[in-house]
Structures are given as C-alpha cells and as structure tokens.
C-alpha cells in the first residue's frame, strides 16, 4: 500500500545492485511513495549488477560515482541537482566492502591496506558524501540522509571482521555530521541497524546463512526483510519523522535487546540430544 509519503520529494540512492539489494528496494519504494530519484554506483557495480535496466525501465538517472572519490561525487550531486532543477531532499548511503571478509582473513590476521579501503568505502565515504553536499548545499531544509549499519558496531559477531569496525565509524560519523547539519540547516543524519539480510555482498560473508537463522530465531519478531527495511527508510525520508536525527536505529526484529529466546535455547539443548545419539 502506498501513501504518498514522499510526493514532491527528490533523493539520491546510492547501493542498488541487483533485486537482492536493500538499496534496490528503497528505490522501488521510494517510486511507490511518489519521489523521484537518481541511482548510483561505481562504473563496475553497475556493468556486473541489474541497475542499469532498473533505471532504464523507470526512467531514472543512473549516473556512476565512486562514493570514495570526491570529484565523483561532486559530479553527482552537481548533476542530481540539474535533473531535479534544485536541491534534493534525501539520500540513501548502502556502500560497503571488505576485502578481508572476501580474502578470508581473520580479524586477527588483518591485511592493513585491505582494512583502509574497508573503512574508505564503508565508513569515510559517508562523510565524504556529506561534506560534498554540505559544500554545495545540495540538500533543502528538513532533508534526511540515512545510512545503512548493522549491530555488529555494538557487539561481536563472529566473522563479520573489519566491517564491525566500519559500521561503528559510520555511526559515529552520522552523530558528528548530525550535529552539525541539524544545527546549520535542519538537515537530519541517521543509521539503521539492519537485521542480517541476505544481500549480494552478505552471502559473501562465512556462514552468513547461519547467521541470518540464528538472529531469526533470538528475534521476538523475527528478522526484519529488505522490503521492511526500505519501508522504515521511506519513514525516515519522510516529514513523519523530521526530528529524528544522530540516532543509530535499530530494525532487527527485538534482536539488539534479546540476551536469549526460547527457539535459540530450544535449538541450543536439541544439539546436546543429538550428541547423545
């Protein structure tokens, strides 16, 4: 069901990939709630990923900017603006990649070149994005950023590696930029702490499908979907939430405030019954 929320409203999506994609379905959304939209990606995301036709069958710009790099992004957001015919009002920042998780290094055997560009792109590229805006002031009053994280930046989680140590950087950076953006110009920066989903770049991570159940099954109300996920977002775009800002948000299904449920000590005594056997 659509409501409208976001009728007028003008946003940048960075992120989508393919139909797996959290950042995919914000998009979809975002259309279904009445905005209008520009899609990016680095130039390689998009030659191996599905967005180009997305944004083709849409009739939406797909312009290629590497969030690390700042000329991109000033390209971006100069040509985002010359689309809409002004400022935009929302963007959604889904970038992030370890080459440690993909090389299988554990966290403690990190390769160090590869744990800079785990932090540049998934932590300081949404700091570049938002002084690239701030400098150009590209985005109107009341206007909302939000980046996606995960509750790996508050606890340990086993072989999520170096991106525990990017997500708690991006959230920091959402708190510090927050204060500063809230106080200049009403603009508001938050995260979302996303239920483990079953992305492209979320398979890649060992025993990720383990680790999706066992959230599911410690989660009152179970793990949250990339469709719900894009619905919470299109709340956070919305004016429903404009004193909403700095916040770390958590959409896990009651997960970040379980210590243990009934269907994880269930499944927990049913291994010691199989040992017996």
């Not at 409203?9 to 994609?21: D, H, T, V, W």
């Not at 998009?27 to 990606?41: S, Y």
């Not at 967005?51 to 083709?56: I, L, P, Q, T, Y």
């Not at 009002?89 to 992030?96: G, T």
Request: aromatic share 10%; with cysteine.
């Amino acid at each position: 069901m659509a409501y409208n929320l976001l009728k007028g409203k003008k946003g940048i999506i960075f992120g989508a990939l393919n139909e797996m994609s959290i950042a995919w379905k914000v998009a979809e959304k975002c259309l279904e709630e009445g905005a209008q939209i520009v899609l990016t990606n680095t130039p390689l995301s998009i030659r191996m990923g599905k967005v180009e036709a997305f944004a083709e069958k849409n009739h939406i710009p797909l312009i290629p900017a590497d969030a690390t790099n700042v000329e991109d992004l000033n390209h971006l957001l100069k040509e985002s603006m010359r689309h809409f015919g002004g400022k935009i009002d929302f963007i959604l920042h889904s970038v992030a990649m370890s080459l440690n998780v993909r090389k299988k290094r554990s966290y403690d055997d990190l390769d160090y070149d590869f744990l800079q560009k785990t932090l540049d792109i998934s932590a300081i590229s949404f700091h570049k994005v938002l002084q690239c805006a701030k400098k150009l002031d590209a985005i109107n009053e009341w206007g909302s950023v939000v980046a996606l994280s995960y509750v790996a930046a508050q606890r340990t989680m086993y072989e999520y590696n170096d991106m525990a140590d990017a997500k708690a950087m991006l959230e920091s950076i959402a708190r510090s930029f927050g204060y500063i953006y809230g106080r200049e110009k009403k603009i508001r920066i938050n995260t979302i702490s996303q239920s483990p989903t079953m992305t492209t770049a979320g398979s890649g991570i060992k025993g990720f499908d383990s680790l999706v159940d066992f959230a599911d099954r410690m989660s009152p109300l179970g793990n949250a979907t990339a469709e719900e996920c894009a619905g919470y977002c299109i709340c956070l775009f919305s004016d429903l939430t404009r004193k909403i800002t700095m916040q770390n948000l958590y959409h896990d299904g009651g997960f970040s405030s379980m210590g243990m449920s009934y269907r994880a000590m269930h499944q927990y005594n049913k291994s010691f019954d199989t040992e017996k056997d």
